[in-house]
Structures are given as C-alpha cells and as structure tokens.
C-alpha cells in the first residue's frame, strides 16, 4: 500500500469480527512502533499486548470508554518510562509518535484499529497502574484496540487552507 492512501484513507474502527490476528503481525506492529521517532533517539516506550477475552474484561473496568475492544483481538497498551524520560511533555511526544505508528501499520496490514486515551485522566491512569501493577515509572498513555474490521468508515475532506500560516499567523 502506498504510505500517503495509508495517511488519509486510516480511520478509527471500532467493530470488529471475530478472526485472531496472527502472532506475526502484532510482532510486525510492534516492530513499526519501535521505529517512531523519539527525542534523542531515547525511546522511552515499552508495550502491554493483550489477547485474553478475560483481561479485555478487567481492560474495560479500568478504563470504562475502551469497550470496543469486548470484540477486539488483541489490544496494545503503550506506557511511557519516567526514568528514560524524564520531560513528560516529550514522555507523551514519543509515545504518541509510537502509536501513530502502530495505527499506520495496523492499516496497511488490514487490521483496524482504534486510539483509546489514558494519560490526562487521572482516575484512568491510576486504574490501569493498579489493576496492571505497573511499576512507578511506568506512565499509562494509551490503550489501542486491533482486530479485523468489521466496519466500514467513510473519509471525510479534511484538508483545510484556512489552517494553514505561512511566515506569521
């Protein structure tokens, strides 16, 4: 697939059928995610895959708005190292750049997928730190659901010139 119908053609997807998505191609996600840029190239990152219908149940009592993933395959939780990175601002950056990864690959291998924010909600992050034994310097950002689609989500335009500034605002 080319990267740029990868780019605008990613939605989020919510519904999914029931087929596992082989052991290769969450390694194949992962290995996308690793390759994020990250500030200084520290890669503070570290991944929580999921696969257990069980867990998925104790996934969505901790984090109550992530209940697609009742009909996920797997789902990926992305936390953020303290210690590697001590800048929370660029902890999130680098995160973020991660999972943005992990939803492009996910795409292009045709899995959906689905961005479920942690970080910013206090109650959520200390549920998933608790329920998960996390260890202290390890920061909950977001959980991502994956599974084959069964869901089809329209592209809307969202090219806007009016949100572009050359020079100065």
């Not at 984090?63 to 990175?85: F, K, N, Y």
């Not at 929370?88 to 292009?108: P, R």
């Not at 992050?125 to 977001?142: G, H």
Request: proline content about 4%.
């Amino acid at each position: 697939m080319e990267t740029f119908e990868v780019l605008i053609n990613r939605r989020s997807i919510r519904k999914y059928k029931t087929f596992k998505i082989e052991n290769e191609k969450i390694e194949m996600i992962l290995k996308a995610a690793m390759y994020a840029p990250s500030a200084m190239n520290l890669q503070p990152w570290h991944f929580i895959v999921f696969d257990k219908k069980e867990v998925f149940e104790d996934l969505i009592s901790a984090i109550p708005h992530a209940e697609m993933i009742r009909q996920a395959s797997h789902s990926i939780l992305v936390c953020g190292d303290t210690t590697v990175e001590k800048n929370e601002s660029w902890l999130i950056q680098n995160c973020s750049a991660s999972i943005q990864n992990i939803l492009l690959a996910a795409y292009d291998l045709g899995i959906g997928s689905c961005w479920i924010a942690i970080h910013g909600i206090d109650e959520i992050v200390k549920n998933v730190q608790s329920k998960f034994k996390l260890p202290e310097n390890i920061l909950p950002i977001a959980l991502i659901s994956l599974g084959f689609p069964d869901e089809i989500v329209s592209t809307d335009e969202r090219f806007d010139k009016n949100k572009i500034h050359i020079n100065q605002w």
